[in-house]
Structures are given as C-alpha cells and as structure tokens.
C-alpha cells in the first residue's frame, strides 16, 4: 500500500490532472473541485484495478514484471522530454470536474501504475486504497493551490523533472528486479 501510495503520488506530480484539478478549483472553488475529481479519480482507479487483476492471470507474471518497468522507464523518458502542459486550464474551465479529471486519467501514467502494481503484486486491495489515497492527497493540494497555480508557475518545469525522473529511478528498479538482478 504504501509503494503504491508514493508511485501515484509522485506521478502525479506536476502531472495535468493536477494543472486541471487547480484550474476548476479556481474557477468552481476548492471543495467543489476537491469532490468531483477525487470521483472520477477513483471510478478510473476501480476499473484499472480490476483491468490489472484480469491481467495477472492471462500473461505471465515475470513479462508482466519487465513490461511493467519499461513502461515506468518510458514514462519518464516521455515526460522529461515533453516537459509541462498548462493548457489544459481553459479546458478545465468549460467542462464538469469529475467527467473532465475521469477522461484525462484513462491511459495516464497514473493509470497505467495502478494497472500494473495490481498485475504483478496481486494485492488488489492494497494497490486500490494506496492510490485512492495518493490521488485524494494530491487532488487535496491541487485543489488547494487553486487560484496560486499561476503564481507558482515558474516551478512546473521543477517539479516536472523531479517526477520524471522518479518514474525512471523507479521503472529502473522495477526493471532489476524483473530480472533478478536485485
């Protein structure tokens, strides 16, 4: 639970969700935005949990292991060289919360952690509630932040790095793993 707590959590980071949850915060208020996206949040989570579940028993385990830490070392790569995106503030602005935020998480980083922690450990429940509980402590700061986004926003390439480089440090040693190198 708590290697899928901190995961999620440090994937979120700086990720759209959390440029989109602060943005409908400013415009709709922190509670509001809160309430919503922590719903379609853990709708997409339910479903991806089960979809990781489904996997773990058709491919296996030890692919499932290394595809896993391929992706987590992809992700990374992918999000350090295509940097941050705040567009998707005058998305937020025009579209409901908890539809917009369930959307944008299917296929996400997020997502795809959620589907392979539950695929390789087999702890169903301990994956759900450690990234419901990730997604509602981020979705907490992003809503709280709020209205400030813009005045921090000088930090999103910061905070982009720092999360790239996570996944890559983790999907690294997800991968030695994989291949009993560790």
Do not use: H
């Amino acid at each position: 639970m708590v290697s899928t707590f901190i995961t999620v959590f440090l994937a979120e980071l700086g990720d759209k969700t959390q440029i989109t949850v602060a943005c409908i915060a400013a415009q709709y208020g922190a509670v509001k935005a809160f309430v919503y996206s922590v719903l379609g949040l853990a709708t997409v989570t339910v479903i991806n949990m089960f979809l990781g579940a489904g996997i773990r028993f058709i491919i296996p385990l030890n692919y499932i292991e290394i595809a896993s830490a391929i992706l987590f070392i992809a992700v990374g790569v992918f999000m350090l060289v295509k940097g941050s995106r705040e567009e998707e503030c005058g998305l937020a602005e025009n579209v409901e919360g908890s539809a917009l935020v369930a959307l944008m998480e299917f296929g996400d980083k997020t997502q795809l952690a959620v589907i392979s922690l539950a695929a390789t450990t087999g702890g169903y429940l301990e994956v759900l509630v450690g990234a419901l509980a990730a997604f509602t402590f981020s979705t907490l700061m992003a809503s709280a932040i709020g209205g400030y986004l813009k005045k921090i926003s000088g930090y999103q390439r910061l905070i982009n790095v720092v999360s790239s480089l996570a996944f890559i440090v983790i999907g690294l040693a997800l991968l030695l793993e994989a291949l009993n190198l560790i």
